[in-house]
């Protein structure tokens, strides 16, 4: 799924605004795969105590890092760069995220 924002809910979850997204090949030799993101907006709720993973840019930094739900919010609003967040569980309970790397 491609996040585009997410809004803190009264019960702790967190609501996900975004599209679906698929891995799908480029053809170019400089990258073998990239994501086909879908035009359709698709909302999703995240459960209080989601578990997100994400990658710290520049690419130069540590692998991957866990993110406080809390701080995910202001992460999106920052991150121009991946925002393609593999998805664990039901679009109306999601139980972890961990962002994809997008070349």
Request: aromatic share 6%; with cysteine; hydrophobic share 40%.
């Amino acid at each position: 799924m491609e996040i585009t924002s997410a809004a803190h809910r009264a019960d702790g979850s967190l609501e996900l605004s975004g599209h679906h997204a698929r891995a799908a090949g480029c053809g170019g030799p400089e990258y073998s795969f990239g994501y086909k993101v879908a035009a359709a907006p698709v909302t999703a709720h995240a459960a209080p105590g989601v578990r997100i993973t994400v990658i710290p840019l520049p690419m130069g930094s540590p692998a991957e890092r866990a993110l406080p739900a809390a701080r995910l919010p202001g992460y999106l609003a920052a991150d121009q760069d991946t925002r393609i967040f593999m998805v664990t569980g039901p679009l109306t309970g999601v139980t972890a995220l961990q962002e994809m790397y997008h070349p």
